[in-house]
Nanobody, 125 residues
Framework: QVQLVESGGGLVQTGGSLRLSCAAS????????MGWFRQAPGKEREFVAG????????YYVDAVKGRFTISRDNAKKTMYLQMNSLKPEDTAVYYC??????????????????WGQGTQVTVSA
């Protein structure tokens, strides 16, 4: 079955950096657009960044543009989220997701069919 496993979360000070990874198995990774979402306590899950099947097209929510970079390595079946200049408002559980159909980026969580278990990112003031 499809498995997505996130890693790389942790506690960091404001202005610091973290790199999240999402390792995929059970699917032909290069045939799926992927995305990162996050959910803060008491808030709905929100789109953070997306990447198309080939990795040559990306999209970011305005709040992270210029600070976060999404990428993928299809040979390693892994997606990444490099997060720089972190702010306390970035604190959330971060989830990776894969579209079961569709090679291109989607921003709605309903358009993703496979989800990881999440990794906690905490940014201290």
């Amino acid at each position: 079955q499809v498995q997505l496993v996130e890693s790389g979360g942790g506690l960091v000070q404001t202005g610091g950096s973290l790199r999240l990874s999402c390792a995929a198995s059970g699917l032909i990774f290069s045939e799926h657009a992927m995305g990162w979402f996050r959910q803060a306590p008491g808030k709905e899950r929100e789109f953070v960044a997306g990447i198309n099947w080939g990795g040559d097209s990306t999209y970011y929510v305005d709040a992270v543009k210029g600070r976060f970079t999404i990428s993928r390595d299809n040979a390693k079946k892994t997606m990444y989220l490099q997060m720089n200049s972190l702010k306390p408002e970035d604190t959330a559980v971060y989830y990776c997701a894969a579209r079961s159909s569709g090679l291109n980026i989607a921003v709605l969580n309903t358009e993703y069919d496979y989800w990881g278990q999440g990794t906690q990112v905490t940014v201290s003031a």
